[in-house]
């Protein structure tokens, strides 16, 4: 069973260009979220996408949008990159609904902006 | 507002002794659940330990034990018999309970374990 995939593991873009991130849920899972994670921080709440729909969103700008699609998977994009945008970006998988708690992580996606 | 706070940025220990990370987090909510995650190089989290604010007996999972004092709102990790592999950076995090799973994570503490 494959858990959490991301995709690129590693990417360098300049500032001002558009970015895509790429998540697949562990087998099962029908929840995704997003976090950042900068450089010696924790992770920040970017949103959380379930039945293709936004559920919740952290204190990011509108250049961060996101997608998901009907097989569950999900997609973050970032708009008119700053140098601040360089961080690590996490995708978790999780179950919807009260009490599942329990969230899966995969090994992020490593932005770079130049 | 909600937040978690970790105040040991670093801590190191002797392999096979015990160390304990701390955390305090603040929240107006009365049910809610408390994590410890684990997150090695490789930059995949882990989930150690789980709490849920209901439960007054502490967590356990093998060398891992929590300290969950809810009226104090603090919530320390415990990992004894220290291996080489627990070398990691460890998260304290936050969860509401209600159907949204977002997160809410403390700064870290980097714990090393020395041979």
């Known amino acids: 069973d494959a858990g959490v995939t991301q995709s690129p593991t590693h990417l360098i873009k300049t500032r001002g260009q558009q970015v895509t991130l790429r998540c697949s849920p562990k087998?099962?899972?029908?929840?995704v979220s997003w976090y950042q994670q900068a450089l010696g921080q924790g992770p920040q709440f970017i949103f959380q996408?379930?039945?293709?729909?936004?559920?919740q969103r952290g204190n990011f700008p509108d250049r961060f949008s996101g997608h998901q699609f009907p097989n569950y998977s999900s997609e973050l994009n970032v708009n008119a990159l700053l140098l601040g945008d360089s961080a690590l970006y996490l995708c978790?998988?999780?179950?919807?609904?009260?009490?599942?708690?329990?969230?899966?992580f995969g090994q992020g996606t490593r932005l770079t902006v130049v | 507002a909600q937040t978690v706070t970790q105040s040991q940025p670093e801590m190191s220990v002797q392999e096979a002794e015990t160390v304990t990370l701390s955390c305090t987090y603040d929240?107006?909510?009365?049910?809610?659940?408390l994590f410890w995650y684990k997150q090695p190089p490789s930059r995949q989290m882990i989930l150690v330990i789980r709490?849920?604010?209901?439960?007054?007996q502490n967590a356990t999972e093998n060398r891992f034990s929590v300290n969950f004092q809810k009226a104090a709102k603090s919530f320390s990790l415990k990992i004894s018999d220290s291996q080489l592999g627990d070398t990691a950076m460890y998260f304290c995090?936050?969860?509401?309970?209600?159907?949204?799973?977002?997160?809410?994570f403390g700064a870290g503490t980097r714990l090393a374990v020395h041979p």
């Open positions: 709490q849920e604010a209901y439960k007054q």
């Open positions: 929240t107006s909510e009365n049910n809610y659940y």
């Open positions: 995090a936050l969860l509401f309970s209600g159907g949204y799973n977002k997160l809410i």
């Open positions: 996408y379930y039945e293709e729909e936004e559920r």
């Open positions: 978790a998988s999780s179950l919807y609904g009260t009490g599942r708690t329990e969230a899966f």
């Open positions: 087998s099962g899972h029908d929840t």
